[in-house]
């Protein structure tokens, strides 16, 4: 295990089975439909790549790039786009993927600005979600883990960039970012 990690939360076992348990369940929901799936950039690469997998369904795939914690542990408070989508969603099935739900401004900031693009649908799927750190309404669909309110880190979920290469997820030890 990584010097910088308190505890594993949820192993590639763990990951592994939620990331069937979704994909079945999203499977049958979409049975008939051609979705396109869309990553949020950067912190969904590893769970979409491993969610579209367990997809038994026609599908393309797109990705849109936006941040909101240009490197620290607390959000900005602000969603930035920082490359947009390069499909047009119009009349589409789309669904939604997210690494993590935390303060629930980038999905309502994505809610928003692909739903006034008139899609058919939209759908969103979350690997995570943490309640405990909600302060906007952000609605999701499906739910991998509902996670305790603790900074974490690895697959795909970075602290300043790094540690998203962890093949698990794991709480991030304060001392990493105390004083920072
Ligand atoms: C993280 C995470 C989610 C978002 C969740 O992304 O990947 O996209 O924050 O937080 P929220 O619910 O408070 O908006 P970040 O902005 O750090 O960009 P990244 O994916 O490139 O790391
Ligand atoms: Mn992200
Ligand atoms: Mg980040």
Redesign the pocket.
Known sequence: MNNDIERVLYSQDDIKAACERLGAEITRDYAGKRPLVIG????VVFFMTDLMRELDFLTDMDFID????HGGTE?SGEVTLVQDLSTDIEGRDVLLV??????????VYLQELLSARKPKSLKIVTLLDKPE?HQMAAHVDYVGFKVPNEFLVGYG??YNEYYRNLPYVGVLKPEVYANK
């Open positions: 949020v950039l950067k912190g936006v941040s909101s914690y959000s997210e690494d993590i739900l935390d303060s629930g401004r980038t999905l750190g979920l970075d």
